[in-house]
């Protein structure tokens, strides 16, 4: 699996959108890019997923770079209680195989 | 979405004894399940992998005689901590995935396990 290069932090003011970048550089041409987030002492909790097209669903819209290389998970009206650590995952489709968690990053909304 | 549960949310035991964690998935059948282990301000690490009516995989340093898994039904996953020690002490949290529709892979609540 693709490795995975996220901020460790960042910080956003609420009801404003948050921008979470994520770097994957080597991602090959079947592997997907899925966002999860972990809030405090939590499982995680799926986000989004997608493969080259911009995705939206009623959480996130998830942004990729058209060489792939890199995504923007976005929040748009960032709330308290999206505040979690957020996971960036490439992984391929197939099989039943576990997902690998980086270190993410630790979103922190401010009221 | 899919519901998974894990039972209990948190468990104290004495160091030396066994505890069980169950994990069920509420809405749909899983054929494979996924226990990981977090530290404090650590990140998620599988522990293993629990293929129903097979022998679990386990992780590499992850000894399979201390964590008994057990996955007897396509509902139902158990983890045994054999012989708790302190340091066993951590957060468990077990996944499963509704084949065949890829990695939406749903997570339990976890289990805090103190061992004293």
């Known amino acids: 699996d693709a490795k995975t290069t996220q901020p460790p932090s960042m910080d956003c003011a609420e009801g404003r959108a948050a921008n979470l970048p994520c770097n994957h550089s080597?991602?090959?041409?079947?592997?997907?890019v899925y966002w999860y987030r972990q809030i405090h002492s939590q499982g995680p909790q799926y986000i989004i997923h997608?493969?080259?097209n911009n995705e939206t669903n009623e959480m996130a819209s998830l942004i990729i770079t058209e060489d792939r290389k890199s995504s923007t998970l976005i929040l748009p009206h960032a709330t308290l209680r999206d505040t979690a650590v957020y996971y960036c995952?490439?992984?391929?489709?197939?099989?039943?195989?576990?997902?690998?968690f980086g270190s993410g990053t630790r979103l922190q909304v401010q009221p | 979405g899919a519901v998974v549960s894990q039972h209990p949310s948190w468990v104290i035991c004495k160091s030396g004894t066994s505890v069980k964690i169950e994990c069920r998935s509420l809405?749909?059948?899983?054929?494979?399940m996924f226990w990981y282990r977090q530290f404090p301000k650590q990140s998620l690490m599988l522990m293993a992998t629990?293929?129903?009516?097979?022998?679990?995989?386990?992780e590499q340093g992850v000894e399979k005689d201390k964590f008994l898994i057990n996955h007897a039904s396509l509902t139902l996953s158990t983890l045994t901590v054999t012989s708790a020690h302190p340091e066993d002490s951590s957060f468990y949290i077990c996944?499963?995935?509704?084949?065949?529709?890829?990695?939406?892979?749903?997570f339990g609540p976890g289990t805090r396990l103190t061992v004293t």
């Open positions: 629990s293929n129903e009516g097979s022998k679990a995989t386990y």
């Open positions: 995952i490439v992984i391929e489709d197939t099989g039943r195989r576990a997902l690998t």
């Open positions: 080597t991602i090959s041409g079947n592997e997907y």
């Open positions: 996944s499963a995935s509704r084949q065949p529709r890829g990695y939406e892979q749903y």
């Open positions: 809405d749909f059948q899983a054929t494979t």
């Open positions: 997608g493969l080259k």
